[in-house]
Nanobody, 115 residues
Framework: QVQLVESGGGLVQAGGSLRLSCAASGSILGFNDVGWYRQAPGKQRELVARLSRPGATNYADAVKGRFTISRNNARNTVYLQMNSLKPEDTAHYYC?????????WGKGTLVTVSA
């Protein structure tokens, strides 16, 4: 079973940048797609960005043009580059890998954006 561990969260001022990493304990080649989700206090978890095997990406409207998802199969790592951060981006961020038979989630990393 693959375990996912997120890192790179922290406190940043509005307008700043962070890069989140999601390291897998095994190969991510078996994932059909990988994605980043977030959950703010009192809100439901929502999709932020997803990258599917053929290289297609989709982003939440709120982050288009500011966030970029990528994967490095050799490093078994998925990234989320976040630029021009806003206070409303404050949330726990989770990565997800979707395999043929199951979905795998990390435990999340907290991103806090101050005004």
């Amino acid at each position: 079973q693959v375990q996912l561990v997120e890192s790179g969260g922290g406190l940043v001022q509005a307008g700043g940048s962070l890069r989140l990493s999601c390291a897998a304990s095994g190969s991510i080649l078996g994932f059909n797609d990988v994605g980043w989700y977030r959950q703010a206090p009192g809100k439901q978890r929502e999709l932020v960005a997803r990258l599917s095997r053929p290289g297609a990406t989709n982003y939440a409207d709120a982050v288009k043009g500011r966030f970029t998802i990528s994967r490095n199969n050799a490093r078994n790592t998925v990234y989320l580059q976040m630029n021009s951060l806003k206070p409303e981006d404050t949330a726990h961020y989770y990565c997800k890998g979707s395999g043929h038979a199951a979905d795998y989630w990390g435990k999340g990393t907290l991103v806090t954006v101050s005004a």
